[in-house]
């Protein structure tokens, strides 16, 4: 089965759409990053209102970025998400852009929208160049053919295929003719054929579970997405978002999935490089608490293609590991060790993104009159800012980590600890003094927090090099480490 339709533009002016028969019609909406076509809402509504299906084409210019364009689209297209055929229609000085260009425009609505757009061109372009990375990220194709030439001609549903289509082992939407002439409309017009019927028309759109329908809202644009890239490490983790599935591999505290988009987390994949034993435990909307057991890396944690949203997550294992997560209206919770819940529970928010590490050593802080705080991870911040409050001492528990240290500290000067142990105090309790400064040699930067100037840059812990002042009066307020 197929449909027949047309594609219009504002040099269609005055079309009406009731008069000219098409089962669809495609209409541009937008041009570069400045131009909307001021005809397109109202023939797309009339074809709605006559029960026609419907598509959206931005035309590419080439003249900023793949990602830049798409926005532009979205923005002027968003209600139409879940109804219409999008489409980048790639063709004149666009081309030479190349089709890294192209492939950042789909790829930038596919994650705004959820939708996989089709790709209009040419057939000398669908030759052209090589469109495998677009044809294995399913990106349909709209070819662009005239078998006859310009010759003037009505429907032709099976109108032989020009050319072929290279990559792509067949096309959706074949436009066969610039010469179409049909009634209700003195002009020509392009005649398109669909290859399949209506229901097929609406996968492509995205209306069967379309986002403006989603249980948990529209899908924003801005935000923050994950590194689109696979890695791996001591504790390796993907997360399953709404509308893309599951994204790359992430690893060591990077993060993965979202935020400020409104994609929900639905399942995740958790493996530790160790083998240790690990179970994950869910909140799932619709199931509550969840224990998934002896969970391995290939293991899927959660639901997908249920709409269904993770709401927060534990993980016990014989593992030291540190986590947290990114909840709807809440942000970054607190991280966590292992056995404790990262997340909201019970709240009806979604979780966006989350982070897992492994630690390479566990830290804490005596901060003026707060005392002792609890042990953090090396990636985590240890003391205050913005509070006015000290840092009084540090103890470590350095796990397999050989860490040396040596201190300044108010009315003791320098004090040298050497290797430090999960015994040592560097610093002073119960004392009021204030740590001043630090040296430190590891596998690992650190920086710190310095009344009145603030954070310093990162810097080697090499032994050699020192963080804070001498001979100032000015306390250390926090610090934090990282990897090298």
Known sequence: MSMNGIDISNHQAGLNLAKVPCDFVICKATEGTGFVDRYCDGWIQKALQLGKKVGVYH??????????EADFFYKNIKGYVGKAILVLDWEANAVNRGVAYAKAFLDRIYQLTGVKPLIYMSNSVVHAYDWSSVVNADYGLWNAGYYAGYETMGYNPNAPLYGGTG??????LYQYTSSGRLSGWNGNLDLNVFYGDRAAWDKYAGTAGAVSSDPDGDVRSGGTMQERKNESGDVT????????GFLESRCDGHMAGSTDQNRRVEAMKVGLKSGAYMDIMVHLKGIGDKLYKNVRENIVVGTTDQKRRMEAFKIITEEILRYRAHNKTYGWGAWVSQGEWAGVRGKGKQMEAFQIYKPMFLVRGHVQSAGWGGYVGDMETVGTTGKGKRLEALQFDPLDEVIECSAHIQGEGWVHYGV?????VIGTVGQADRLECLRFKGNFEFRVHIQGSGWTDWTEADGIATLGTTGQALRIEA????RK
């Open 237 to 244: 983790y993907q997360a399953h978002v709404r509308g893309l």
């Open 167 to 172: 990559k792509w082992k067949a096309c959706a």
């Open 420 to 424: 430090i142990t999960k015994d040592t």
């Open 59 to 68: 035309f590419a210019t080439g003249g900023s970025s793949g990602v830049a």
């Open 479 to 482: 610090i934090q480490f990282r």
